[in-house]
């Protein structure tokens, strides 16, 4: 089984100083995983606690580029520059039942 794993950091239209989480284009975010939560796609999202404005989103969708296509243009605040991504398959060995 194959899921995808969004890696987001900080993006360049947080100024230096500002949180991420402060910056009102976060929204955009929150209501990306809100849409692919609805949408059956959602594993898991959460930030990384050891540094500010990262985290990680795990996606079940059918492909590598569905996975590119979501975390780039579906993602406001990707589009918006509060949030960089990167976006890596990972497969799947074992997982709990």
């Given amino acids: 089984m194959s899921r995808f794993v969004l890696l987001h950091v900080r993006g360049p239209a947080v100024p230096d100083g500002q949180s991420v989480g402060d910056h009102p284009g976060i929204a955009g975010h929150y ?4 849409r692919r939560h609805a949408a059956g796609e959602l594993v ?16 079940d969708v059918a492909s590598f580029d569905e996975a590119v296509r979501l975390a780039t243009q579906d993602d406001q605040a990707v589009l918006d520059g509060v949030l960089a991504v990167t976006v890596r398959p990972w497969r799947v060995v074992l997982e709990r039942s």
């Fill in 31 to 34: 209501a990306f995983l809100q």
């Fill in 44 to 59: 898991a999202a959460g930030p990384f606690e050891d540094v500010e404005g990262s985290g990680m989103t795990l996606l």
